[in-house]
Every structure is written in C-alpha cells, then in structure tokens.
C-alpha cells in the first residue's frame, strides 16, 4: 500500500496563492505517476494536474498557466503550487498515485489507485 497525506489547504482571497503538499510513504514513491485532482461540492471530481516519475507534468484545461505541479523523489513529496486562485477554485483537493505505465488517461481518476484523505481549499473575500 502507498499512503498519501495532503497539507496546506485554508481560506484564501481572490488572486492569492497556496501552495499543497503531498507526502508518501510506503512504497517506492518514485516509480508512480502522481495526481491532484478536485472535488467542488455538489460536483465530480475533476482532474487538476499530474506528473510522472521523470518529471513530466499535465494540467487539466482550466489550470494550465495558474496552477505547477512539482516532484521531490528524495522526500517523496508532491506539491500543486496554485497562483491567481478563483472562488470557483474552491474544492476539497485530493492527491492520487498510479504506478507510471505510460502517457494514457492521466486525468482520469479512475486510473489512480490510491488516495489521500483531501485537504480543503476555500478561496473567498
């Protein structure tokens, strides 16, 4: 089993920034693909950003240029650094791990097999 565990998450005004951490632990962390992913209420879960074991990275339509993900295999940390941040930004945000087989579906929660409990993003004035 991989665990993850989120942090970083609070209340935030519009245009301000957060920046959310991952952290792993049990297994080889730098053999999986890792994702964030959100889940606003009343709405799915949508997929935010990704990155692999090298380094490459994804974003979802509405995150490209706002929002970076990043990778420590060192500390087997994940962040999601979130800029310019939106009150329909608003979401419980979860981190999610695959093991990396290639470039298919890497927004697409149902790929991933492991979870975070989630960490609260509010952005409000």
């Known amino acids: 089993q991989l665990q993850l565990v989120e942090s970083g998450g609070g209340l935030v005004q519009p245009g301000g920034s957060l920046r959310l951490s991952c952290v792993a632990s049990?297994?080889?962390?730098?053999?999986?693909?890792i994702g964030w992913f959100r889940q606003a209420p009343g709405k799915g879960r949508e997929g935010v950003s990704c990155i692999n074991p090298g380094r490459t990275t994804w974003y979802g339509d509405s995150f490209e240029g706002r929002f970076t993900v990043s990778r420590d295999n060192d500390k087997n940390m994940v962040y999601l650094q979130m800029t310019s941040l939106k009150p329909e930004d608003t979401a419980v945000y979860f981190c999610?791990?695959?093991?990396?087989?290639?470039?298919?579906?890497?927004?697409?929660?149902?790929?991933?097999?492991?979870w975070g409990q989630g960490t609260q993003v509010t952005v409000s004035s």
């Open positions: 049990g297994r080889t962390f730098d053999s999986y693909l």
């Open positions: 999610a791990a695959r093991h990396w087989s290639g470039s298919l579906r890497v927004l697409d929660d149902s790929e991933y097999d492991f």
